[in-house]
């Protein structure tokens, strides 16, 4: 009887032991790490407030608007990044390449992130609203149903295709680094990332649901790609991607029946920087030609009533 009673008291320890880990696994998991940039406060950019859709949540985001643009880009980051810090690094480069062939751009900070409200991390699945709240602020500014574009970079590329399967006011997206199956990644780097077994993931990912309110594994990146066929959608990524391999890009491109770029990166959003001019070149053109309007907008420049800096 006491050989039973050591077990279960062992058993229910180890058990006991396992859910503290998951849990605090899942807590750090879903909490993003706040990076401020310093990028883009100059006078060519506003900095805008406007509510995540469907939502009270509060987006920080800066807005360079181009007079008489034909369109506008929303650059959307990944995790633990921020506005201006969309690509591993400053894109005010790729900024002005857009505003030199006539184009507005907005860079957010998602939930969580630079300046915007505090939030858990849920790897899209709310993530979306951001955008989509970007896009409402972008069509009360003026701005055509299907001359809004996104870029959106790793986490940011599958927020960006969430929101877009939703949203037939935005009329082009490129993804960078974006996954096809976020449990694909984890089972992958849980184990480099956390000096952890793989069993602990699944523990982990029921208190991130817990946390979240969100089953995270329910996104599913190439099913709304599938949704966006017959938009012009373009998927870049690095061939030597240690952390999302290069198999996710051509699943995303091929649900989408879209474009494809692979470049000669090594690292996770290593593209930008291993391309350089041709980045800006092709991303330029990209928008330029898809978002391009007969007649130009009727953008304002005034401040919406409902936007507090």
């Known amino acids: 009887m006491s050989s039973l009673l050591i077990v279960a008291s062992v058993g229910a320890l180890l058990a006991l032991l396992y859910t503290v880990i998951a849990v605090v696994v899942a807590h750090l998991f879903t909490t993003p790490r706040r990076v401020r940039s310093p ?15 469907g939502e009270s949540l509060q987006l920080i985001a800066s807005y360079r608007c181009v007079r008489d643009a034909t369109g506008v880009v929303i650059l959307v980051h990944g995790r633990d990044a921020c506005r201006g810090d969309e690509l591993r690094g400053t894109t005010e480069s790729l900024v002005e390449s857009l505003a030199l062939r006539g184009l507005s751009v907005l860079m ?3 939930r969580g992130h630079g300046e915007s409200d505090h939030a858990r991390l849920t790897f899209g699945r709310r993530e979306r609203h951001d955008i989509l709240g970007a896009v409402d602020f972008l069509l009360h500014r003026g701005y055509s149903a299907g001359r809004i574009g996104i870029l959106g970079a790793s986490m940011g590329g599958v927020s960006a295709i969430a929101a877009a399967a939703e949203e037939p006011a935005i009329g082009a997206l490129i993804t960078d680094s974006a996954y096809a199956s976020l449990h694909e990644v984890l089972a992958a780097q849980f184990t480099r990332l956390t000096k952890l077994p793989l069993f602990v993931l699944a523990g982990a990912l029921v208190a991130a649901r817990a946390l979240t309110g969100e089953h995270l594994l329910r996104h599913a990146p190439g099913v709304n790609m599938k949704r966006l066929r017959g938009r012009p959608t373009l998927v870049i990524h690095a061939e030597h991607d240690p952390f999302v391999p290069v198999h996710h890009a051509r699943i995303l491109a091929h649900a989408g029946d879209g474009e494809m770029w692979i470049t000669s990166g090594t690292g996770h959003l290593s593209s930008f920087f291993a391309t350089g001019p041709e980045y ?10 898809h978002l391009a309007a007969e007649a130009h907008h009727n953008v304002s420049t005034a401040r919406p009533l409902a936007e507090v800096a």
């Open 108 to 110: 957010l900070d998602l």
């Open 280 to 289: 800006l070149a092709l991303v330029g053109a990209f928008f330029a030609h």
């Open 39 to 53: 990028a883009h406060h100059g006078t060519a950019y506003e900095r805008v407030q406007f509510c995540a859709r």
